[in-house]
């Protein structure tokens, strides 16, 4: 028997649901189907378990896309302040952190349960363990899984992109649109740690662990954050932010002491010009392993105030080439997807496709770190729904 509703969302994360919850509350008739076996499973592991459920600094610069004026309608229909007045109303404990990212006190379980229980007043139904093996359109969609055949007027796609497949992450969003002739922007990992070369990672490779404020250039973009030594590269949320404009085989500029211009104290004459009074100085400024290994592999030429200065620049002027990505094991979103010239920007609804529309990551609309991109997820979810609702 097949199962009739207004809507048919694919995907129980952040867009879906918020999605569903919007035009549930407005009277559709409204499912949810998702192949895992319980909802907002990204949700639940973000923020390191505290879901960084938005950015109080949310404005267009913030975002990547094709077009960058694409994401503006949403995110001026659906603000930081109205996901933050929803997590109010169910008493849901917050602060923030650095740069305006708001964190739960206790759990991302907290936004979860929220959410199920707002679709849950809303009247949606959502479906578990619903793998989708077959998308038909005529008079309207037919949504078959393993053991069910559904039919929607209107089908929202809100399945994510390709970033963590352990979480269940697949390309079935991008598949669906090739389905309808529906272009997209090539995907890469965002968000993503970087590898050493083979020359880099003998080098500095030993320092895992180490890490230091710095300033990290890129592609005209800069980012000042921590930087962090890997094993196997370089992370923390300044390396996270640039990788989603670096691009193979392009350059990283990093200043590893943007505050300070410390070889003056050379000029003074009783100060000794020798390799302790080196070493003494960066460790004034780096980690001692990191200023150690620093000296080693870039010892001044001599000790004239011109090469001191030449040293000094070496440090605000570290040039690496990354040897790669970590991949989609480890990006926390995808960048590129569904080509937004395919969707209005007022309803996320497929211009060629009347009725199908695509929210959340699986769109070409790629947020920096820091709670961006839950809040992409949350506005394009509630236009949609908006637009379902009318």
């Known amino acids: 028997m097949t199962q009739v509703f207004d809507v048919i969302i694919l995907g129980a994360g952040a867009a879906g649901l918020m999605c569903a919850i919007e035009a549930g509350r407005n009277g559709k008739r409204v499912a949810v189907l998702d192949h895992a076996d319980r909802i907002g499973k990204k949700i639940l592991i973000s923020g390191g378990g505290r879901c960084n459920f938005t950015n109080l600094h949310c404005s267009p610069e913030r975002f990547l896309s094709a077009n960058p004026h694409f994401c503006k309608s949403a995110l001026v229909r659906y603000t930081p302040q109205d996901i933050v007045a929803l997590v109010s109303k169910h008493k849901i404990p917050y602060h923030e952190k650095t740069l305006g990212q708001l964190f739960c006190d206790r759990s991302a379980r907290d936004i979860v349960a929220m959410l199920e229980k707002e679709c849950c007043e809303a009247g949606v139904r959502i479906f578990l363990n619903a793998r989708v093996q077959q998308v038909h359109h005529s008079a309207c969609f037919e949504v078959r899984t393993q053991d069910a055949l559904f039919s929607c007027g209107a089908l929202v796609v809100a399945t994510g992109g390709l970033s963590i497949p352990k979480m269940g992450a697949t390309s079935f969003g991008y598949e669906l649109a090739a389905q309808f002739g529906i272009a997209i922007q090539p995907c890469r990992p965002a968000l ?129 080439v990354p040897a790669g990505t970590e991949g989609y094991a480890k990006a926390e979103v995808t960048a590129g997807g569904i080509d937004t010239d395919e969707l209005s920007a007022k309803t996320m609804e497929c211009r060629r496709v009347p009725g199908l529309y695509f929210i959340g990551e699986v769109v070409d609309v790629t947020g920096h770190l820091g709670g961006f991109n839950f809040q992409w997820a949350w506005a394009s979810g509630f236009v949609a729904g908006q637009s379902l609702s009318n």
Do not use: M
């Open 192 to 320: 993503v740690p970087l590898l050493f070369s083979t020359e880099d990672l003998a080098q500095y490779g030993d320092l895992a662990g180490v890490a230091k404020n710095a300033l990290v250039r890129c592609a005209g973009r800069q980012f000042r954050e921590n930087l962090l030594f890997t094993h196997r590269g370089l992370s923390g949320p300044a390396i996270l932010q640039i990788s989603s404009y670096w691009k193979p085989d392009g350059p990283l500029e990093i200043d590893l002491a943007p505050d300070d211009a410390w070889t003056r104290p050379w000029r003074d004459p009783s100060l000794p010009r020798n390799l302790t009074t080196a070493k003494q100085l960066l460790r004034a400024t780096l980690p001692h392993r990191l200023a150690d290994r620093w000296l080693a592999s870039h010892p001044p030429e001599d000790w004239t105030n011109r090469s001191l200065n030449a040293w000094e620049q070496q440090l605000h002027h570290w040039r690496i």
